[in-house]
Nanobody
Framework: VQLQASGGGLVQVGGSLRLSCEAS????????MGWFRQAPGKEREFVAS??????DYADSVKGRFTISGDNVKNTVYLQMNSLKPDDTAVYYC?????????????????WGQGTQVTVSS
């Protein structure tokens, strides 16, 4: 599975961005996809996931971020609204390959290259 993430950028507090992650090499609808992020000096953390239409979110983004998938375009999206400075990080999309906790990054075996999101105050 190859993953190509895009859509990051610089945005002001309260603004919005939409990240995209195009998957190739495997039937997209069979994949559990996740978004993670990593801020400088911090560990990579779970943001959101989608699996057969079921979504899950970290508490820190619930109500502000929305994950969705397009099986025709083989793409998963992360719509980010009401952005805060704490959302500043490199965002990674990933495909889950192991059974287990959907929020555990160690259960994801394929990763995109990351896209920088910077929220300025």
């Amino acid at each position: 599975v190859q993953l190509q993430a895009s859509g990051g950028g610089l945005v002001q507090v309260g603004g919005s961005l939409r990240l995209s992650c195009e998957a190739s090499g495997r039937t997209f609808s069979t994949l559990t996809m996740g978004w993670f992020r990593q801020a400088p000096g911090k560990e990579r953390e779970f943001v959101a996931s989608i699996s057969s239409g079921t979504t899950d979110y970290a508490d820190s983004v619930k109500g502000r971020f929305t994950i969705s998938g397009d099986n025709v375009k083989n793409t998963v999206y992360l719509q980010m609204n009401s952005l805060k400075p704490d959302d500043t990080a490199v965002y990674y999309c990933a495909a889950k390959v192991l059974y287990g906790d959907i929020r555990n990054r160690n259960n994801y075996g394929y990763w995109g290259q990351g896209t920088q999101v910077t929220v300025s105050s």
